[in-house]
């Protein structure tokens, strides 16, 4: 009798071994959520929060606002406008960078904001192509200027299009009194004057054909030479 109870004590633990052991093979171990990774665009998404603008027109104006929006000083007196230039190159500017610079004299005198432009020269200059005060002629211009703030501003490409950003800034300590920061969406490689040139087309050179002489003295040949030779003299 005490055989057949340890008998079943021990068929009892066994079968209960034997299910804990199904039961931890098939538990499930539940995955590790991946931590969300940072995409490039992510990173350079500069649109958020910021105005974007599909032509010149619309980019001119959004910056010139902004600037009179974020003027720190009631008294700005005169500011001078430059022209706008590559951010990783500060000393050249393009055909789009002097648009913008150009364009906000109007802007920024239509909302109330002095400005100067010192490209005027001693003089009038004139020749048989027109009349001409602007010039880019250092030795034209009137120098030293009187002025206190200077407008610039830079450009560069990002993956949403052209990235602009200006200040007004004081000429003597740098202070920063205005700021703008616009998005112009546009992949254009002018903007940047280095779009690929098209590769040049092959020259094919021009068959030609060499003219020589029957040996004929008149106009027509007769068949046959007198003397039955192969050409007549």
Do not use: W
């Amino acid at each position: 009798m005490k055989q057949l109870g340890l008998l079943s004590s021990l068929t009892f633990a066994l079968l209960l071994a034997q299910g804990c052991a199904q039961k931890s093979e098939t538990t499930t171990v539940k995955p590790v959520k991946e931590v969300n990774k940072i995409s490039y665009r992510d990173v350079s998404n500069y649109s958020v929060n910021v105005a974007t603008t599909t032509t010149i027109k619309d980019t001119v104006d959004k910056i010139a606002q902004q600037l009179v929006n974020t003027l720190k000083v009631k008294n700005v007196g005169s500011v001078a406008i430059t022209s706008f230039v590559d951010l990783h190159q500060l000393n050249k500017t393009t055909h789009f960078g002097r648009v913008l610079g150009e364009s906000l004299f109007n802007e920024l005198f239509k909302r109330g904001v002095k400005v100067m432009d010192f490209r005027g020269q001693k003089s009038l200059s004139i020749n048989a192509n027109g009349e001409f005060f602007l010039s880019r002629n250092v030795k034209k211009l009137h120098s030293p200027i009187q002025n206190k703030y200077v407008l610039v501003g830079t450009y560069t490409k990002i993956a949403e299009g052209i990235l602009i950003n200006s200040r007004i800034v004081d000429n003597k300590n740098g202070s920063v009194i205005a700021t703008s920061r616009v998005i112009f969406h546009s992949n254009d490689c002018r903007i940047f004057e280095n779009c690929k040139k098209p590769k040049p087309e092959p020259v094919i050179p021009i068959r030609t054909i060499d003219i020589t002489t029957d040996g004929c003295a008149t106009e027509k040949c007769p068949d046959v030479c007198a003397d039955n030779s192969i050409t007549c003299k």
